[in-house]
């Protein structure tokens, strides 16, 4: 009958202490599968870790299926003509997208407009000078006096 293997849970990385003794219990004769039971780790991990022709087969293999798989700048054209068509086209989609972005800039917004801070810390505004102290555990991103902006927020979305 044929040894059904089950999923053992999230990916254990192999740390250089474990590679040390994966070695070390390799040059005593204990095979792979062995190896790979006692740190609970897949046999091809093991083999990677053991065998550089191994580890460089794998690392080809990936580059190769990366640069395959990875999408074009051909195909990210074509999806950004058929977003701006549709935007263009559907009134109903515009209204959408236009919904999301406001959205997403009110989230912005309200999460540069309060600036956690020490309380008791005295402040100064680096455009008018004016000092005031925090009395509660945050500030408005804007100086109460002349409305400037004391931090950098992200740049705004292009719509």
Request: aromatic share 8%; proline share 5%; with cysteine.
């Amino acid at each position: 009958m044929k040894e059904v293997k089950l999923w053992r849970g999230p990916v254990k990385k192999v740390t250089p202490s474990m590679k040390r003794e994966m070695v070390m219990l390799s040059k005593a004769g204990i095979s792979n599968s062995r190896i790979a039971r006692k740190f609970g780790v897949s046999e091809n991990a093991v083999l990677y870790h053991l065998n550089h022709k191994h580890r460089e087969r794998v690392k080809r293999y990936h580059r190769v299926y990366r640069e395959r798989v990875k999408p074009s700048s051909r195909y990210s054209e074509k999806y950004a003509e058929y977003m701006a068509a549709r935007y263009h086209s559907d009134p109903e989609f515009r209204q959408r997208m236009l919904r999301h972005i406001k959205r997403y800039q009110q989230k912005i917004k309200t999460r540069n407009s309060r600036i956690l801070i020490a309380v008791g810390t005295v402040l100064e505004c680096p455009y008018c000078h004016r000092t005031w102290r925090i009395h509660c555990g945050h500030i408005r991103a804007q100086c109460p006096k002349c409305h400037r902006w004391l931090v950098k927020l992200p740049l705004p979305l292009k719509v």
